[in-house]
C-alpha cells in the first residue's frame, strides 16, 4: 500500500472515530439539556403562578366558583390569545402548557385544560412532595410504552402567611420541545457530515502535500544513484547527466535532503579521490622506472655517448612526468566543476578555432603539416577558454598521428567541429576507449609518449557544455568532433 493511502486512511480513521464520538456525545446531551432548560422554565411559571393564584385560594373564591375567580379568567385569557411567534427558526401558534390548582388535600380546583376538576391529585409525586414542603416534579407517560407522550410536570406552593393552602402545578408535553430537539440534532448532524467532507479535504491536501515532498526525496534520491561526472569519464555514456539539485522541502525532510546531498558529495569525492590514487600511480611507474634505471647507470664510469643517452633519457621521463602532472592539475581542475558559470557573451566557434590553430601553428610547420580551417561559424552560450583548449587538445593529438606533410582539417557547422586528421586511425575495437583517462595508443613511429589526458580533458570539456566528443575512422585518418548542437 502507497504511503499516501495509508496516510489518508490513517487520517480519516483517526478523524471518523473522533468525529463519531463527539457527535454520540453532542446528540446524547442535546434531550437531557432542552428538558433541563424547560423545568427550568416551568420552575419559574409554576412559582409565579402560585403567587398570582395565593389571595383567590386564601379567599376561599378558587374552591367556591373557580372559573369565576380572577386568577382563572387570566389564565384562560392567556391561553386563548393567539400566537404568532418565531422562536429562532420555529414558529410557535399556541401555549403548550396547561395549569392545575389543587387545595392542600390535592383535591383539583382548576385545570385550564377543564379534564380533571374534582380528581384526586394527592398520590402523584409532584403534589405530594410539594404539599410536605419539598419540590415536587414528575414525568409521566400517557402512553406507557410511547415516549413521544411524556409530560414534565412542575409543582409550586401555594401558600398565604407561611401556610401551604394548595400545589399549583404548570406541565409540558414533551413533544411540545420535541421540534426544537429533532432541529438541533438536524443542525448537529448537517454540522457533524459538513465537518468530515471539509477534514477530509484537509486531510487529502495535507496528505498530498506530503507525499509530493517526500516524492521529491525519493526522485533525488534515485538521481544520485545514477552516473556522476567523474563515472561518465571513461564510460560509453556521451553525454553529462543533469546534476540534481537539492529538493526545496521544509523542515525535518529538508534536514533530510540536504543529509543526503552532504553524503553524495562525500561519496564522490572520496571515489573521485580512489581512483585517481590507482590510475596515477599506475601511470608513474613506468617513467619513475626508466629515471630510476637511468640513474643507476649513470653512476658508473660510462662512455660519453652512453652517459648523454642516459641523461637525455632522464630528462625525457621528467618533462614527461612534468607534463602528465600539468595535465592531471588541468583535468582536476576540470572534474571539480559540477556546471559552466551563465556565459554573458555568446562564443563565436570559429574565434576558439582559430586561437587554437594559432597555438600548435609553430608544431605543424616544424612537421611539415597544413592546418587548414573551413566552413560557416556558429555562435552559442560556450565557455571560450574551454572550447579553445578542447579544440588544442584535439589538434595536438591529431599532429602526433599525422604523417609528414599532410594536412590537419577543421570543419564547423552549427554548432559542431570536426578534426580530419591523415593518420592510421584507430583499430574499431578501441575506438569506445578513447577518452579514458590514461588511455593511449602507439605512435606510426611506435612511440608511446601520449600521456592518455588530453582527450580526457576534451571529454569533460564536452560534458559540461553537455554536448558530445565522437570519434570515427575515416580511412585514412580519424575524425573527431565536437557536437555543442544540444546547447546552441
Known sequence: MRLGIRLLFAFFLINGLAAFFVL???????????????????VETAYLLASLASDDLADGKLAADAQG?????????????????WIWDTRKAALGLRVTVTNAQGRVLFDS?????????????NVSLTLRGEYGARTSREVANDEATSVMYVSAPIAHQG????VLTVSKPANAVQSIIDSSERKMLRGGVLFLLLSAAVGFAITWWLVVQVRKLRSYAQQVQGPTLQEVQGSRIDRAPKTPEVPDVPGELGDLAQAMDSMRRRLEGRDYIEGYVRALTHELKSPVAAIRGAGELLQDELPAADRAMFA????????????????????????????????GTRTSLRACAEQAMAQLQATATQKGIQLRLQGDDSQGPWDAPLVTLAISNLLANALDFSPTHSQIVLSLAPGRLSV???????????LHRLGERFFTTPRPNGERSGTGLGLSIVQRIMLLHGGRLQFANTQPGLRASLDFSAQD
Open 24 to 42: 454520540r456525545v453532542f446528540m446524547a446531551e442535546i434531550k437531557p439539556s432542552v428538558r433541563k432548560v424547560t423545568e427550568d422554565t416551568l
Open 69 to 85: 375567580s380572577r386568577f382563572a379568567q387570566h389564565v384562560q385569557a392567556a391561553f386563548q390569545q393567539p400566537l404568532r411567534v
Open 113 to 125: 385544560s377543564g379534564r380533571d376538576v374534582g380528581s384526586d391529585y394527592s398520590r402523584w409525586r
Open 163 to 166: 401556610t401551604i393552602l394548595g
Open 312 to 343: 637525455q633519457q632522464v630528462v625525457d621521463q621528467s618533462l614527461r612526468l612534468q607534463n602528465l602532472i600539468d595535465q592531471l592539475m588541468q583535468l582536476s581542475q576540470l572534474e571539480q566543476r559540477s556546471a559552466l558559470a551563465p556565459a
Open 420 to 430: 580530419q586528421d591523415s593518420g592510421p586511425g584507430v583499430p574499431a575495437s578501441l
